[in-house]
């Protein structure tokens, strides 16, 4: 059996970092602390692991950049997923390269989940503020609904870290154990490949034909392996 070591107050902290996150996409503060590099690192630092978080983050920039977060797209929500993926692998992936394929897979799916849970509040959070015959309370009262809202929104993102933080854990646990010892790291070039093919492609959708930003692609894959290689 694969097991963890997680105590019970990481989890707890795991989870305020999460709402915090969680708020910064749309909500409080926008200091770009939900962008999947911050993100990332800051799950990897709470467990002792800055390197493999941002590590984690770096790579789900790269899947995630073909949807910003403004619009009206639907988008992942990058904070939350980028957070616990950047955890999980800080603290189960035991620096096997495999464990970060594991991690970024968890990031893309967690901030699709995310993404429908956004949608679900989205749909409450005007209820709070109208009324078929017209808010009444005034000015005060309206800023207390507003509070609320924004207090149901990092609520929601804590959940959803703490729902998945453990799941997460234990997948890249056990991914990363599948490759026996230094065996992992003819994993890379599979990896690197893998990565720069996916990034490149969600990448070309946005850049259509404006031939001159394939030159910053490249550049921007060739620095993403750099670092893979020296933060491992």
């Known amino acids: 059996m694969i097991g963890i070591e997680l105590s019970a107050g990481g989890w707890v902290l795991a989870c305020l970092f999460g709402a915090l996150v969680g708020l910064d996409g749309v909500s409080w503060p926008q200091a770009m602390w939900s962008r999947p590099i911050v993100a990332g690192t800051l799950g990897g630092t709470l467990f002792g692991a800055p390197a493999e978080g941002c590590l984690a983050g770096i790579w789900l920039e790269l899947v995630l950049s073909r949807h910003p977060p403004f619009g009206g797209a639907r988008h992942p929500e990058t904070g939350p997923a980028a957070f616990t993926a950047g955890a999980a692998y800080a603290v189960a992936g035991s620096g096997v390269p495999v464990g970060i394929a594991a991690a970024v897979a968890v990031g893309w799916a967690i901030g699709w989940t995310g993404t429908y849970s956004v949608t679900l509040l989205r749909r409450l959070t005007p209820h709070l503020v109208s ?5 009444r309370g005034g000015a005060a009262a309206l800023s207390r609904r507003h509070r609320l809202a924004v207090a149901l929104d990092g609520l929601r993102a804590g959940l959803l ?3 998945l933080l453990v799941p997460s854990v234990l997948f890249v646990r056990f991914v990363s154990t ?8 003819a994993w890379w070039p599979v990896l690197a490949g893998l990565g720069l093919a996916g990034s490149a492609g969600v990448a070309a959708r946005g850049l259509g034909a404006r031939v001159r930003h394939w030159p910053a692609l490249a550049a921007g894959g060739l620095l993403g392996i750099f670092l893979a290689r020296v933060l491992a």
């Open 131 to 135: 009324r078929p015959d017209g808010f």
């Open 161 to 163: 870290v703490g729902a």
């Open 178 to 185: 599948q490759v026996p010892g230094g065996a992992g790291l």
